[in-house]
């Protein structure tokens, strides 16, 4: 496994394994992830969805200009409209093609590919960490340039069809302890926000919390959230839950993301103030 880890033991940032396996559109992760007294909450390949890896860049539904099909780089099934969810060829993969270290930070040049090997993404992705007095954050800015005379449509399974299911973005899945954690948003407690844009959403809960943030000057901005915290817990900054965002032919744009991971459980405020 190619994998460096991250500054004050935040976790692993698995750069690609030595056997990858394609359906599950192989790309960089951050599995451990670890608050500051070394608790880990993220999970690796759980039984019910072997292709969540971690904390990673996914994203189901990206469509290439006019082309009928789509490329999945969220690995595993694809939503088919009128159909539900199908085994495709369609696995495509982020490939590292260069690394640089510093104390707190790594900066990663990456391809994504589709099934068939054609690079149609450049990203700069730039990992830093910041240690708080009660929270750890973990900056990642990513950077994504169209290699292609097409525009790029990136979307979800739910602009493909499937109400309710616009994950795809900065996902995390998290670790079985936080099964039942509370949801919390800017304004307390949200039993509701599955879908709903805010700054920012935390899982809480089991003695930890982690929360993740977007940055009001993404592109999609306020960013709608995939999140569940019944059976599989996860949590997503999902930008094109509800729409299909287009990266015109050779054109950039910049994402920036934040990810809290602290001991104890925070209250709204907490999580607020430590950003």
């Not at 976790?11 to 192989?26: D, M």
């Not at 670890?34 to 292709?51: C, E, F, I």
């Amino acid at each position: 496994m190619n994998a460096v880890e991250l500054a004050a033991g935040l976790g692993t940032l698995v750069l690609a394994e030595e056997e990858p396996r394609h359906v599950e559109s192989p790309r960089p992760f951050v599995h451990p992830l670890r608050t500051p007294s070394g608790v880990v909450v993220s999970d690796l390949r759980p039984a019910d969805h072997d292709w969540h890896h971690g904390l990673s860049i996914a994203v189901s539904n990206i469509r290439l200009g006019d082309e009928p099909g789509e490329i999945n780089l969220w690995g595993g099934v694809t939503w088919v409209a009128g159909d539900g969810y199908r085994q495709l060829d369609n696995n495509g993969s982020q490939l590292v093609e260069s690394v640089a270290q510093e104390h707190d930070s790594v900066r990663l040049r990456m391809g994504w590919y589709d099934a068939h090997g054609r690079r149609f993404l450049e990203e700069e992705r730039t990992m830093r960490v910041h240690e708080g007095p009660t929270a750890t954050v973990l900056e990642v800015v990513s950077e994504w340039t169209s290699q292609t005379d097409r525009p790029l449509g990136f979307g979800s399974p739910t602009t493909a069809g499937r109400p309710g299911a616009g994950y795809g973005g900065l996902f995390l899945r998290a670790a079985p302890r936080l099964e039942g954690a509370r949801v919390l948003a800017p304004r307390g407690e949200s039993d509701d926000a599955m879908g709903v844009p805010e700054e920012w959403l935390a899982l809480v809960g089991a003695g930890v919390t982690v929360a993740m943030r977007a940055d009001p000057a993404n592109p999609v901005a306020p960013t709608p959230w995939f999140v569940r915290s019944e059976g599989t817990p996860m949590l997503c900054a999902a930008p094109f839950f509800h729409e299909v965002w287009t990266l015109p032919p050779a054109e950039s744009a910049r994402w920036r993301w934040q990810v809290l991971v602290a001991d104890g459980e925070l209250e709204a405020e907490a999580i607020g103030a430590a950003w």
